[in-house]
């Protein structure tokens, strides 16, 4: 089946360090959406890109749309403790009735 | 809007019982998803709904679980009878409008089978 591959797994930075991590795929998608999991909570919604080469921010967040239509990326700048959590890559293709797939995530740990 | 609400936030039943998880949509949103999260195999799409109507349901694990979709702002996630390797946490998102493929989710019903 349709497979997302995220890297890395795991991350464990310095309070103030810049973060990327990336989504892969052997398959072409419409649309890349990023999202970030807290503890006891469902994944929210950072960024949704839509077009080939898009690149948007969030915040100190910035995510890219590979220009293949296989690849996304995801950088946070100058991270804070309350970046801490397990982020998702997402991808959906042209058709509306495919199924959202997501990437298994990457874990993101702040050493103080 | 609340956002997607999902009941009950935690429960904990002895296998063989039925389980009932419901959901609520955000208004307007046309799609409905099912997922069940594990450690192990991370998010997996269980079923979802378009218009009510399901349109795939082939990550739904075995007959064990059903989903329904009686109306525009209610599902159910029933699973009969429960096992232990059915604890995970469940969460339901909803999309839309059309043209939008954003899926918004729920907090999730964590799930425990003992």
């Known amino acids: 089946g349709q497979q997302l591959n995220q890297s890395p797994q795991s991350m464990f930075i310095q309070e103030g360090e810049d973060v990327s991590m990336n989504c892969t795929s052997s398959?072409?998608?419409?649309?890349w959406l990023w999202y970030k999991q807290d503890p006891g909570e469902g994944p929210v919604l950072l960024i949704a890109l839509y077009k080939a080469g898009e690149l948007t921010s969030n915040g100190r967040l910035t995510a890219q749309f590979g220009i293949t239509r296989k690849d996304s990326f995801l950088n946070i700048s100058a991270s804070i403790p309350s970046d801490v959590g397990i982020y998702f890559c997402a991808g959906h293709k042209i058709n509306r009735d495919d199924k959202i797939i997501f990437g298994k995530g990457t874990r993101l740990h702040i050493l103080p | 809007d609340a956002g997607v609400i999902q009941s009950p936030r935690h429960e904990v039943t002895e296998m063989g019982q039925e389980v009932t998880l419901r959901c609520k949509p955000i208004?307007?949103?046309?799609?409905l998803f099912w997922y069940r999260q594990t450690m192990m195999r991370g998010l997996e799409l269980l079923i979802y709904f378009n218009n009510n109507v399901p349109i795939d349901d082939s990550g739904m694990p075995e007959d064990r679980f059903s989903a329904k979709m009686p109306n525009a702002s209610f599902s159910t996630l029933k699973i009969q009878p429960s096992e232990p390797r059915d604890s995970a946490v469940y969460f339901c998102?909803?999309?839309?409008?059309?043209?939008?493929?954003?899926?918004?989710f729920g907090q999730g019903t964590r799930l425990t089978v003992v």
């Open positions: 398959s072409i998608f419409n649309t």
């Open positions: 998102a909803s999309s839309g409008p059309q043209g939008r493929t954003e899926a918004f």
């Open positions: 208004s307007g949103h046309d799609y």
